[in-house]
């Protein structure tokens, strides 16, 4: 009689998620303001201009952050500067520190992207960077096949976070947006979100906790494990 082998079953294939968390890439995975506000003090210090966070709030919170110096520049009385070159030195210094050692993702985005797996949900990300940069990105974060995840709304120099992108995000990931949560940083991603038919999770940072974020489902005060819990519980209960 011949001898019996042992065999392991292969593990049943996961399901597929049907439900999706998508967040704001620069501005809730990563830091991305208070990066570019970084970059912009440090830069704008050797042309003597001082900027503050009231002067960055007011002229620069949305990408492209450059198209405010125009405005900034003239409330610091040197329109005589080079905005050109401003602008291009500025815009390469928020591109090397998101793409290098600087930009490192919070605690809150690493906890949801390895939670989400197990509760069948999937993790996109809308960015405002040109798409080969958002890739890049959103591949520091360990997701696989980050091109498959990520969703640009630039076109050009424009940037908008409205409803088509994210519902262009919603079918890359193959999951309508009534299944979907969009975890944003500020009012304009928020309304884009709700304007695409899906629910709305608002973590302000420090430039935006004063904006009006009427109409989303959920305001918490910082993305950290325990938010990547929050929102995951708001999907099963919810969608």
Not at 49 to 75: D, N, S
Not at 143 to 167: H, I, K, M
Not at 233 to 238: G, K, M, S, T, V
Request: charged share 20%; net charge negative; glycine share 8%.
């Amino acid at each position: 009689m011949g001898k019996k082998h042992n065999t392991v079953s292969p593990p049943p294939p996961a399901e597929p998620a049907d439900r999706a968390i998508l967040v704001e890439l620069e501005n809730v995975a990563f830091p991305g303001r208070q990066i570019t506000f970084d970059v912009m003090r440090s830069v704008l210090s050797e042309k003597d201009v001082a900027l503050t966070p009231l002067l960055y709030t007011r002229y620069c919170l949305y990408p492209p952050v450059t198209r405010g110096l125009t405005p900034l520049l003239k409330a610091a009385g040197r329109q005589r500067l080079s905005e050109s070159k401003l602008a291009a030195e500025i815009s390469e210094g928020i591109r090397h520190c998101l793409l290098n050692a600087a930009g490192k993702p919070g605690d809150g985005i690493a906890a949801l992207l390895r939670e989400a797996p197990q509760r069948h949900v999937a993790v996109g990300a809308l960015s405002s960077l040109n798409r080969a940069d958002a890739v890049a990105l959103a591949g520091k974060l360990g997701l696989s096949e980050p091109d498959a995840r990520v969703e640009s709304c630039r076109t050009g120099e424009a940037v908008d976070p409205d409803g088509d992108a994210w519902l262009a995000l919603c079918k890359r990931l193959h999951i309508p947006p009534t299944q979907c949560l969009a975890a944003v940083s500020s009012a304009a991603a928020a309304r884009g979100a709700l304007a695409a038919g899906m629910s709305c999770a608002v973590i302000p940072d420090t430039f935006t906790e004063f904006q009006d974020f009427a109409g989303a489902d959920l305001l918490v005060d910082a993305f950290t494990p325990e938010t990547a819990g929050t929102l995951l519980d708001f999907l099963d209960e919810r969608l």
